[in-house]
């Protein structure tokens, strides 16, 4: 499968600690992107970080990547409630046409 | 407000109707996406177009047929589905060639269900 995976499937913490979140694929890849979804909504892209990037920040999200190991990481600092939320990444299928290929998500619970 | 909107947001129907869905992007974009998300599923590609050009058919079955009449609008029709195929329908938009190297906007989507 292209398709990525993503770890945990779900991940419930605490108002205020920091979420991680990771992204495992299996081919070459020319950016990763990180997007949320609320319950009922549609996707947000987040971050897009390009695969001679390694690291990438947009106010309490940070995006690692690294292409050795075929893996991204989405850590949130100090979370809110308002995070809740499932969180997916996506990458370019290597395959026929450019297309983004997206992972099955994590499931981020933040409790008051 | 994601600059796409999508009609109608929630659809229930009966295998032998016929309807559309529709999604209206204002954010310039010349490429837009069909995508199906399902319980438990990642989400599926369905469809891409660009400048109105279907450039990606996903192995979509032919009771969803797309229509693209301009850069800014893309409906699915739908006739005689199946329950399968009751899922949250989400259109997207980007700039670009319809590929993965820029953001894309989604809708809200529709939920259909299919009785």
């Known amino acids: 499968s292209q398709q990525g995976e993503e770890d945990p499937q779900a991940l419930s913490i605490q108002e205020g600690e920091n979420a991680t979140m990771n992204c495992s694929y299996k081919?070459?890849?020319?950016?990763l992107q990180w997007y949320r979804q609320n319950s009922g909504r549609g996707l947000v892209h987040l971050i897009l970080?390009?695969?001679?990037?390694r690291e990438k920040h947009s106010g309490r999200l940070r995006v690692t990547l690294d292409t050795s190991k075929k893996s991204s990481s989405l850590l949130i600092t100090a979370s809110r409630a308002a995070d809740t939320a499932s969180y997916f990444c996506a990458r370019i299928s290597n395959q026929g046409a450019q297309k983004l290929v997206f992972g099955q998500g994590t499931r981020l619970t933040i409790n008051p | 407000e994601t600059g796409v909107t999508q009609t109608p947001r929630h659809l229930v129907m009966g295998m032998t109707n016929k309807k559309s869905l529709k999604c209206e992007q204002h954010?310039?974009?010349?490429?837009m996406y069909w995508y199906k998300q399902s319980a438990k599923k990642p989400l599926e590609l369905m469809f891409v177009?660009?400048?109105?050009?279907?450039?990606e058919n996903n192995s979509v079955p032919s009771r969803f047929s797309p229509e693209c009449p301009n850069s800014s609008h893309l409906f699915l029709h739908l006739h005689t589905l199946q329950p399968e195929d009751s899922a949250l329908y989400l259109c997207a938009s980007s700039q670009g060639g319809g590929g993965g190297n820029q953001p894309q906007h989604f809708g809200d989507g529709t939920r259909l269900s299919i009785l």
């Open positions: 954010l310039g974009h010349n490429a």
């Open positions: 177009y660009n400048f109105k050009e279907q450039t």
């Open positions: 081919t070459s890849i020319n950016n």
């Open positions: 970080i390009r695969s001679n990037e």
